[in-house]
């Protein structure tokens, strides 16, 4: 039933531009959120306190997930995924981001890179991942590398028909529930005009992987139970078979499949600080001081009317930057721009949501506290602020010629 939605939902999406949601999209969004409410929030405090979340739970929230009908939602329909398209699929990571990171992680939504694996590839990997059957993870930041992905100095040297890998990667996230992680390793070296310059391959690792280890990472103020973890590669043999894509291609695929991650960012971000919104409206209406709600005062209704028109915003940025890539449209700047603007409205939004509770707001007795944190990390991965200004900046400057 659910993907049949899904399907009308692609049909109609030509309307949106009336800034609406369909029937169908409605549909969808208020299935996704029930979900959230009523399968992840029960949870959230046990796993803020424990900083874990146990195995037993993320198989179940991965199994409702499976006769819901929706997992690997940004999957094709061709190999048995949803087939949401880049709209559609925002508005469901909109809705996940309500809920804790550690715990919405099963709702799985597989690696769309994987969708470059040749066809015995797609055997071991991509099928498995469609079906709940493997967990991947994405591996790219060195503790020398983290904007500047070419300083990675985790190395692939080739001998025979295989490859000995040794490095380390860090802050590798949800690494620890991974069946196998899809690695970025350099491979070689390239003269440029600007000199040397990393030649970079995509790898398939599988947990278990003689020379692999999966260790446990640092401890992050950010998005507890959603665990970042350290790879070391110590001799590691990988046969040709592993590459994903081609040899010294690397970025290539990253170029065309990792596109719209920072979309997912986004778009979760807004779905936070609309429940974080939520809190600060509902307190407005009922806290009193002085007499009267403390909605009536100027200093909190005008901070009310900022957070819903900066939140209102971040939306439609997102939004138009999946419609873009659905109608094959440039949409890097507008990419760069949602994940940079929602990114800070939700720093923004918790901020001042914990300005209007007080110092009641810095309690654990709420979850706003929680948010405060989370939000600070969205600010760096998938691309740090300065990184989408610079594309931004890019965009705009480099058809002058400047």
Not at 170 to 197: L, M, Q, R, Y
Not at 299 to 325: C, E, H, P, Q, Y
Not at 343 to 372: C, H, K, N
Request: aromatic fraction near 10%; charge should be negative.
């Amino acid at each position: 039933m659910i993907l049949n939605i899904i399907k009308k939902i692609q049909i109609t999406n030509r309307i949106f531009n009336e800034f609406g949601l369909t029937d169908e999209q409605e549909m969808v969004v208020n299935t996704v959120r029930t979900f959230v409410e009523n399968e992840i929030y029960p949870l959230e405090k046990e796993v803020e306190k424990t900083g874990l979340v146990p195995d037993e739970i993320g198989q179940e929230i991965k199994n409702k997930v499976l006769k819901l009908g929706f997992f690997a939602p940004n999957m094709p329909e061709d190999v048995g995924g949803g087939g949401l398209d880049n709209l559609s699929f925002a508005l469901l990571e909109r809705e996940l981001g309500r809920g804790s990171q550690g715990l919405t992680i099963f709702w799985g939504r597989p690696s769309n890179i994987l969708l470059a694996c040749n066809q015995e590839q797609k055997e071991e990997y991509l099928f498995p991942a469609i079906k709940g059957e493997k967990f991947d993870a994405l591996a790219m930041t060195e503790p020398g590398a983290g904007s500047d992905v070419r300083g990675m100095k985790c190395f692939a040297k080739k001998d025979g028909e295989d490859f000995i890998i040794n490095g380390t990667k860090h802050f590798i996230s949800h690494a620890n529930i991974a069946d196998f992680v899809i690695v970025f390793i350099a491979t070689g070296e390239e003269e440029t005009p600007k000199g040397k310059k990393k030649l970079i391959t995509c790898f398939l690792v599988d947990r278990g992987t003689p020379g692999f280890q999966i260790k446990d990472g640092y401890n992050s103020v950010s998005h507890r139970g959603y665990q970042n973890c350290i790879l070391t590669f110590d001799n590691c043999r990988l046969p040709s078979s592993k590459i994903l894509g081609e040899l010294h291609k690397g970025f290539d695929v990253a170029n065309e499949w990792l596109y719209a991650t920072r979309i997912t960012v986004a778009a979760m971000c807004v779905g936070r600080a609309r429940r974080v919104f939520n809190y600060a409206l509902e307190w407005s209406s009922e806290r009193e001081q002085f007499g009267q709600k403390i909605g009536k005062f100027q200093g909190v209704s005008f901070k009310l009317a900022d957070m819903i028109t900066k939140i209102d915003a971040a939306d439609f940025l997102t939004l138009n930057s999946a419609w873009r890539l659905d109608n094959n449209l440039s949409a890097n700047r507008e990419v760069a721009q949602a994940k940079l603007y929602a990114s800070e409205m939700l720093a923004e939004v918790t901020d001042q949501t914990i300005q209007i509770y007080g110092g009641m707001g810095l309690m654990d007795d709420l979850p706003l506290e929680r948010f405060w944190r989370d939000a600070r990390v969205e600010r760096i991965y998938d691309g740090t602020s300065e990184i989408q200004r610079h594309i931004i900046s890019r965009d705009l400057l480099r058809p002058l010629g400047a």
